[in-house]
């Protein structure tokens, strides 16, 4: 039988001998998180976060089996929903996105509430589920169609399975949930522990599956927010979802991990608790080290060196011949927003051949203003995505680090 106990989740973290090798891991997320994106200028920074936040949702949908284009993403946050394939999966990727605009805003400003706390939880599945559309806001339980209600635990009658996993039932979730909130309070103190704990909430959160639908976005949204506060956040420039998509080797590994640290204790060496510490260790291994992986991933691909080749290599083959136009793109984009009139100084062409040039550009979507006559600042138009950032998307061949193997454990 069983237990209904808030104690069928310990242990929730990895708290009385620390391998060695994870702490060693949480030293080089730190020490990666730091440099990413540092010789970026801030407007060119904020596109790119931009462009991430729409990866993370393309991700986290794949994850649940919702093949949605980044392009209909995109149209969907502009809400040029008449232009999309399929319109319900491209608002449910814009809810993700804007949800996560919200989190990146809100630490921002100081003021993120702590990420483990069953409001924040809620107000996240509250806000993802009022920006979806109505053909997503129900699910079939049991033979029966029933509304998922937005920021709402699973009530009376509303028991579900996952797999072969059977989540607490309805009417203990808020017990579970006080349990979850009291030790991840504690666990996330010191700095290695904010980090350490991000894999053991990810996992103890889907396992108690608090919410009728919605749970699986919810914890990666958790777990996008623990990384700001943690400091590994990198500027909004890498995704977690992305990583737990592909996996370090197998696209199945993020849920065949999951199931693993499902196990029960297996005997007297492994933890104190109702489920298996050693399965908890090896899943937080594998989290951090695809933490690690997407952290380097991302360096490669937003390394301004290597991004400035690239993007000059595109407008070269796009533009024969039209030599001043890579020295823009290359000087808005290490240098930021730049009025019109200083292209001239840039390139030493007429003010009027420069206005031809940047007219070009903006019509290319290569770069972007508010006004007519407003400065300039880069973009990154999605048909060329491919050709700037290899394999962000897709599966094309990228210059970038080999992912790190696991930690034995």
């Not at 390139?347 to 070009?360: I, N």
Request: hydrophobic share 40%; glycine share 8%; with cysteine.
């Amino acid at each position: 039988m069983i237990l209904e106990t808030p104690a069928r989740i310990e242990p929730c973290g990895i708290e009385e001998a620390i391998p060695i090798e994870l702490t060693d891991l949480v030293l080089e997320l730190r020490s990666a998180a730091e440099t990413l994106g540092r010789r970026l200028h801030p407007d060119s920074a904020a596109e790119l976060r931009s462009m991430t936040r729409i990866m993370n949702a393309y991700y986290s949908n794949l994850i649940e089996g919702h093949n949605t284009r980044p392009h209909d993403i995109e149209a969907a946050l502009a809400g040029r929903l008449d232009t999309v394939e399929n319109r319900p999966l491209a608002e449910e990727a814009a809810a993700h996105v804007r949800v996560q605009v919200w989190i990146d805003e809100t630490y921002a400003r100081g003021e993120l509430p702590e990420p483990t706390s069953s409001p924040f939880i809620r107000d996240l599945h509250r806000r993802f589920y009022e920006a979806m559309p109505e053909e997503l806001r129900f699910t079939e339980h049991d033979g029966r169609r029933r509304e998922i209600v937005p920021g709402a635990f699973r009530v009376e009658g509303e028991d579900v399975a996952v797999g072969r996993h059977l989540p607490p039932s309805a009417h203990r979730v808020p017990a579970f949930m006080d349990h979850f909130v009291l030790r991840y309070r504690g666990l996330t103190r010191g700095a290695t522990g904010r980090i350490l704990s991000i894999p053991a909430a990810h996992h103890r959160l889907n396992y108690i599956h608090p919410f009728l639908d919605g749970n699986g976005r919810v914890s990666r949204l958790m777990s996008h927010a623990m990384c700001q506060v943690a400091g590994i956040g990198g500027h909004g420039l890498w995704s977690i979802s992305r990583g737990l998509a592909r996996g370090l080797a197998d696209p199945a590994e993020y849920k065949e991990r999951m199931d693993a640290a499902d196990q029960p204790r297996r005997g007297d060496r492994d933890g104190r608790g109702n489920l298996s510490l050693s399965t908890l260790t090896s899943f937080t291994g594998w989290f951090l080290t695809v933490m690690l992986d997407q952290i380097r991933f991302t360096e490669a691909m937003f390394d301004l060196g290597m991004l400035r080749d690239r993007y000059t290599r595109l407008i070269t083959d796009l533009y024969p011949g039209k030599d001043r136009l890579p020295r823009l793109i290359v000087h808005v984009l290490r240098h930021g927003e730049m009025a019109r009139g200083d292209a001239r100084f840039v390139t030493g062409a007429s003010e009027r051949s420069t206005s031809g040039d940047l007219g070009e550009l903006t019509r290319g979507g290569f770069l972007k203003s508010a006004t007519p006559k407003g400065p300039v600042r880069i973009a990154f138009p999605l048909d060329y995505r491919e050709r700037l950032f290899p394999n962000l998307f897709t599966d094309a061949a990228p210059v970038v680090p080999a992912p790190p193997a696991p930690p034995v454990l």
